[in-house]
T-cell receptor, first 112, second 115 residues
Framework: GDSVTQMEGPVTLSEEAFLTINCTYT??????LFWYVQYPGEGLQLLLK?????DKGSNKGFEATYRKETTSFHLEKGSVQVSDSAVYFC???????????FGKGTMLLVSP | NAGVTQTPKFQVLKTGQSMTLQCAQD?????MYWYRQDPGMGLRLIYY???????DKGEVPNGYNVSRLNKREFSLRLESAAPSQTSVYFC??????????????FGEGSRLTVL
């Protein structure tokens, strides 16, 4: 079945550092890929998505590129802020009607 | 805008007690979902309802039942709570058309502790 593997956290960075959170997936066909973010005490919210190979999703300074050849969808940001501290979830959905498959989440802690 | 509203936000139960988590969405979405979130496990799907009148099991349905009361409301019931059901529960909804786009809107969560 479908699966998503994320790097384990926590990832600890200083403000203005460069961020990469790795995500790889296993799926049949051509899934759509997502990053969701969960701020402390809140539910998840969609951060960005990509629906086909080589698509780049972007939002709030975050980017991720759908790489079919490496089955990856790594999240990047050039300069993190304290307010980016949260848990980030990579997810995919397969073709037809199916449900989201989430990775286990990666906690990001940004210090001033 | 209310979005997805879950009640209660916190609940403590004793083993064997029953309870229902309520969820309502005001976005006219077709699909609704219940997830549980546990440390180191990410989010796991318990049950979902692709449209009003239908419900399906997810990855971890044992010990739970659901009711899609109408298009707005989707409840999750624990008939006989167990300590293994201690978790944070999230309800979500999605404006699914012919295909699930994967864009879910989540509630703020319900923290359940079973003693």
């Amino acid at each position: 079945g479908d699966s998503v593997t994320q790097m384990e956290g926590p990832v600890t960075l200083s403000e203005e550092a460069f961020l990469t959170i790795n995500c790889t997936y296993t799926a049949t066909g051509y899934p759509s890929l997502f990053w969701y973010v969960q701020y402390p005490g809140e539910g998840l919210q969609l951060l960005l998505k990509a629906t086909k190979a080589d698509d780049k999703g972007s939002n709030k300074g975050f980017e991720a590129t759908y790489r079919k050849e490496t089955t990856s969808f790594h999240l990047e940001k050039g300069s993190v802020q304290v307010s980016d501290s949260a848990v980030y979830f990579c997810a995919l959905i397969g073709s037809g009607y199916s449900t989201l498959t989430f990775g286990k989440g990666t906690m990001l802690l940004v210090s001033p | 805008n209310a979005g997805v509203t879950q009640t209660p936000k916190f609940q403590v139960l004793k083993t064997g007690q029953s309870m229902t988590l309520q969820c309502a969405q005001d976005m006219n979405h077709n699909s609704m979902y219940w997830y549980r979130q546990d440390p180191g496990m990410g989010l796991r799907l318990i049950y979902y309802s692709a449209s009003e009148g239908t419900t399906d099991k997810g990855e971890v349905p044992n010990g739970y039942n659901v009711s899609r009361l109408n298009k707005r409301e989707f409840s999750l019931r624990l008939e006989s709570a167990a300590p293994s059901q201690t978790s944070v529960y999230f309800c979500a909804s999605s404006p699914v058309g012919r295909r699930n786009t994967g864009e879910l809107f989540f509630g703020e969560g319900s923290r359940l502790t079973v003693l």
